[in-house]
């Protein structure tokens, strides 16, 4: 039973343009959301996060959205650069989890010129 | 520098044998993870350990044991017992209080 899914497995996008990843999560008890970005043979690291109280939390060309009431998070990148190609993970925590964190199965992402 | 490391970078495990992955952290961080990854699947954790001396099991912990006797340190032994341990295997750990979890560069491991 999978809590956080990302639907979709591979997204291509044109440099410059907005990049959309979704996630989708089915326990209300979570209460924090993350994204992590991963390169082939390395770690995730760590992206932006999102805490339940919020609907969006932006850095930079990384911008969040959470809609608690679809269950459903979104992350935005924009402009797409060449550099954002990677394999992007959804990431969901809650009180109940201690302190476990459920990933998705990840998009990749590929940002053509 | 401040970061987690693991080591080996590849490890080839034979038939029946026990291998141990190494995992360091010098962030001073309380917890500590370990995931398995598969291709074109998410991240699956095996065993954490939020204090030292005292770890739990996560979603796919057969086959697999781990120690955490120092704070920095939190080892994976893949025993003979894990009939499928080809993988990418990932440390992560994170500060008390806190949700992020950073990880380490990983290590894959194969099969002879």
């Known amino acids: 039973d999978q809590q956080v899914k990302q639907n979709s497995p591979s997204l291509s996008v044109q440099e410059g343009r907005i990049s959309i990843l979704n996630c989708d999560y089915t326990?209300?008890?979570?209460?924090?959301f993350l994204w992590y970005k991963k390169y082939p043979a390395e770690g995730p690291t760590f992206l932006i996060s999102?805490?339940?109280?919020?609907d969006k939390n932006e850095d930079g060309r990384f911008t969040v959205f959470l809609n608690k009431s679809a269950k459903h998070l979104s992350l935005h990148i924009v402009p797409s650069q060449p550099g954002d190609s990677a394999v992007y993970f959804c990431?969901?925590?809650?009180?109940?989890?201690?302190?476990?964190?459920?990933f998705g199965s990840g998009t990749r992402l590929s940002i053509r010129p | 520098d401040g970061g987690i490391t693991q080591s080996p970078k590849y490890l080839f495990r034979k038939e029946g044998q026990n291998v141990t992955l190494s995992c360091e952290q010098n962030?001073?961080?309380?917890?500590m993870y370990w995931y398995r990854q598969d291709p074109g699947q998410g991240l699956r954790l095996i065993y954490y350990?939020?204090?030292?001396?005292?770890?739990q099991k996560g979603d796919i912990a057969e086959g697999y044991s781990v120690s955490r006797e120092k704070k920095e340190s939190f080892p994976l032994t893949v025993t003979s017992a894990q009939k499928n341990p080809t993988a990418f295997y990932l440390c992560?750990?994170?500060?008390?209080?806190?949700?992020?979890?950073?990880f380490g560069p990983g290590t894959r491991l194969l099969v002879l």
């Open positions: 992560a750990s994170t500060a008390s209080g806190q949700e992020t979890q950073y």
């Open positions: 326990n209300s008890m979570f209460d924090y």
């Open positions: 999102i805490s339940s109280i919020k």
């Open positions: 990431a969901a925590s809650g009180y109940s989890s201690a302190s476990k964190i459920i």
């Open positions: 962030l001073n961080h309380d917890a």
């Open positions: 350990s939020q204090i030292v001396n005292d770890f």
